[in-house]
C-alpha cells in the first residue's frame, strides 16, 4: 500500500510539473534562468540556479512543512519558514540535508503532529521554491516560533530579530 501510495503521488506530482511546464512555454517564457518571484511587491528576479541542489522528494518535503508550519501565514511568511529549513541546512550545527533537518527530533511541530504528510498548498510549494532560489526574507534565521502557541521553554530564551506574520525569527 505505502509503495503503491508513493507511486502515485509521484505521478501526480510529475504531472504536474509538466503541465506547468507547458504553461510556461505556452507563454513563451524563458526556461533558460528561472523566474521567481521575490518578496517585495511581487517583482520577479532571475537566478542562475537553487542556493542548495535537492531531489523532488525534498522538495515536496519542504513544501509540505511548510504548508504546515506556516499554514495562515502571508506568502512572505511562508518563504521565511522554508528559509529557515534552507539556512539550517547550510549551517555545520544542523543536519546537511532537508529531510534531516525537517526529521530532527523535535525540530518542527507538523512532523510531531503528523500534519507534514498532508498534500501542500500550491503556494507553498511555489515560497518553497523562491526560497531555494536564494530569497531569505528572515536575514539568515535558523529559528521561528510563534510566541502566541510555542511550549517549548528554550525556544523563548532565544533574541528574536524579526517577525514576519504571527511567527518570530532568531539566528
Not at 113 to 129: C, H, L, Q
Request: charged content about 25%.
Amino acid at each position: 500500500m505505502g509503495r503503491c501510495y508513493k507511486s502515485i503521488v509521484s505521478l501526480i506530482i510529475l504531472f504536474y510539473m509538466l503541465l506547468c511546464t507547458n504553461v510556461v512555454l505556452a507563454e513563451g517564457k524563458d526556461l533558460g534562468t528561472s523566474e521567481v518571484p521575490t518578496v517585495e511587491e511581487g517583482i520577479t528576479k532571475k537566478q542562475e540556479k537553487e542556493v542548495l541542489n535537492i531531489t523532488n522528494d525534498e522538495l515536496l518535503l519542504l513544501s509540505r512543512l511548510v504548508s504546515g508550519e506556516a499554514r495562515g501565514e502571508s506568502y512572505e511568511g511562508q518563504v521565511a519558514v522554508a528559509a529557515v529549513v534552507i539556512n539550517r541546512v547550510k549551517d555545520p550545527r544542523f543536519p546537511n540535508t532537508i529531510r534531516d533537518v525537517i526529521y530532527q527530533k523535535n525540530a518542527f511541530s507538523v512532523v510531531n503532529d503528523g500534519s507534514i504528510k498532508m498534500d501542500p498548498t500550491e503556494s507553498a510549494y511555489k515560497a518553497a521554491r523562491e526560497a531555494l532560489y536564494g530569497t531569505d526574507p528572515t536575514n539568515e534565521s535558523i529559528y521561528f516560533w510563534n510566541p502566541d502557541i510555542a511550549t517549548c521553554k528554550w525556544i523563548k530564551t532565544l533574541s528574536p530579530h524579526m517577525r514576519i506574520g504571527n511567527h518570530v525569527f532568531a539566528k
